[in-house]
């Protein structure tokens, strides 16, 4: 596989069902993820006077490496970071109510209050980087197109590429 030593440019995609990462040369989806698979943060440029500085979104993931899981983070350069995280704090505090409005029997049966409700809309609540499996989203093979940085279970970083820089 070819080893990515520069950052990438990407489109950022989002809408109610998720993040999508896209190369826009290429036409192609890299990375999805819906919003319950991923956790992010936004940070404000460096430094705030220089116009070559900008706000960033950092996206974490986790996904199956060599039959371990680890987190990925991949870190956006946007002048539009913090519309992009406006957009997906809106989405998520969405699907934080939606599943405040149901609850579960001791069956595991979905119901509410409100019969006029559909319960097909029903998300579950919000969870960070948790999962125990692979996601269920594109990770495919395209997330060697991305300029990343991996971090096992305990949180050091066990590889990074393009402009990543972290001291130990």
Known sequence: SLV???DTEVLIA???AGLYVLDPIGVVVLLGLKFEELSWDYAKPSQENNEDCLPCLFIQFCVIENGR???KILQVFSRQAVQMD???SGFVEDIKQRAAMYSEDSDGNIF???SNAETDDCLVPL???SRRGIPESCLSNKLNRLTLATFDDE???IGHMGSWSFSN
Do not use: F, K, Q
């Open 4 to 6: 990515i030593n520069e």
């Open 14 to 16: 989002i809408n109610s």
């Open 69 to 71: 899981r680890v987190s």
């Open 86 to 88: 406006a957009l997906i």
């Open 112 to 114: 509410t209050e409100n």
């Open 127 to 129: 969870t960070t980087v």
């Open 155 to 157: 949180g050091h970083c």
